[in-house]
């Protein structure tokens, strides 16, 4: 396996952005939900109305996705994967939303699959251990 390259961030981010389209689908707000069921209760509220899903806009600036509106769309499509499989907040939730994830991005290769891994799944290990959210990305992913 390569060492760690930014490249593979990158290729991650132009995929994400094919699952949604900023302003339509999602849209980046500070006050996004951010418990399993005020995520539901918000998905349910903008299907039905039709407006964006509020996806957190915070912590975006150090992304590995390349830009803060690919950080977004990978956002919203882990959101959406919670709702649609019914996926907690928590540890297990996290992992199996971070599974579910991998394979609806289709083929990459094995440095976009540990890059992607250890973004989700170590985010949601950190997370469980810390209690702190992870401001910089691309600090965690290369270390």
Known sequence: MQPY???YGLS??????????LGKDY???????NTFPELLRVYRDCTRTGAPLPVYEGGCEDTIYGTPE????????????????G????????????????????????EEI?????????QALWHTITGEFLEDQAVFVQW
């Open 5 to 7: 390259s930014p490249q």
């Open 27 to 33: 849209i980046p707000h500070p006050d996004a939900p």
């Open 114 to 122: 540990r890059t992607f891994l250890i973004d989700t799944a170590g």
């Open 70 to 85: 690919a950080n977004y769309a990978f956002r919203y499509m882990h959101d959406t994967v919670h709702v649609q499989l």
């Open 87 to 110: 996926l907690e907040f928590d540890i297990c939730g996290e992992i199996a939303a971070a599974k579910s994830q991998l394979r609806m991005l289709g083929p990459l290769t094995k």
């Open 12 to 21: 991650l981010g132009r995929i994400f952005q094919q699952f949604g389209t």
